[in-house]
């Protein structure tokens, strides 16, 4: 069962279906087959029944250990849940940005004037090259290859940066055109900030900086550059970066546009 835009951002905040997206050369990716979302913990009865009408066979959850301890995924029998630490090898954990946005002023002295920005290009250039980031996409890209293994779902914490990236790649490979992956990244924006709008309003009226959680909680386009500008400086190409990074040669390439591509 494919949800339309409407009824997945009604289920869960930056839930969608990839599909949709035209190619340069006017193929469509056919709905139904990969969605992406943010955590599914805490869920409501309606959400977990909603996620059942999916028919879904696997989740990818690129989240680090210590954040799936913290909000364990809550899925329907029957699906296949695969632990994928993209940032395992990071020494900095994404939730302890948290704790320094409890202390505004030390907020602003650590975070503000773009330095976040540059902490979040950099984590999305990790994505291109930590081995543990290989190793995770890698692992989700070949069952996402695979018909008897989807419909599947992949999503981090707020299903905007590690899945951002995995999103953009996917739908880069299918020969989308960037800016059309630019606005699809940027979407999260319109589904995750609201979400969080009372604590961004508590954190400015404590005397932090705005645009550091509008920075953090949100994307900008430098991010899914510079991801973009790393696989170009490594690997050439996209399709290089999936053969030599992920372990995805030419051939499942050319499997996977002819699986995930239509009419």
Not at 220 to 231: C, I, M, N, Q, T
Request: glycine letters at 8%.
């Amino acid at each position: 069962m494919a949800l339309t835009d409407s009824e997945a951002e009604r289920l869960r905040p930056n839930l969608r279906d990839l599909g949709g997206h035209v190619t340069g050369n006017g193929a469509v990716v056919r709905r139904g087959l990969v969605y992406r979302s943010g955590q599914l913990s805490r869920m409501s009865r309606d959400d977990v029944e909603q996620i059942a009408s999916l028919g879904l066979k696997n989740v990818f959850d690129l989240r680090t250990d210590e954040e799936v301890r913290a909000r364990p995924d809550e899925l329907p029998p029957g699906v296949s849940y695969h632990a994928l630490d993209v940032l395992a090898e990071k020494a900095l954990d994404p939730a302890q940005f948290l704790a320094v946005l409890l202390q505004p002023e030390m907020a602003n002295a650590e975070l503000g004037d773009g330095k976040v920005e540059a902490v979040l290009a950099q984590i999305y250039r990790e994505f291109v090259f930590l081995p543990s980031a290989k190793q995770a996409y890698g692992e989700m890209f070949a069952s996402l290859g695979k018909p008897d293994q989807l419909p599947a779902l992949f999503h981090c914490t707020a299903g905007k940066d590690r899945t951002g990236w995995a999103a953009a790649a996917l739908l880069a490979l299918l020969g989308v055109p960037r800016e059309t992956v630019m606005a699809d990244f940027l979407r999260s924006n319109d589904h995750v900030i609201p979400v969080y709008q009372k604590e961004i309003d508590a954190f400015v009226a404590a005397g932090g900086q705005r645009s550091i959680l509008l920075a953090l909680l949100g994307v900008k386009p430098e991010y899914l550059d510079a991801s973009f500008d790393e696989v170009e400086q490594r690997h050439g190409t996209i399709e290089s970066y999936f053969a030599d990074a992920l372990g995805i040669d030419a051939a499942e390439q050319e499997s996977m546009r002819e699986l995930y591509l239509g009419e």
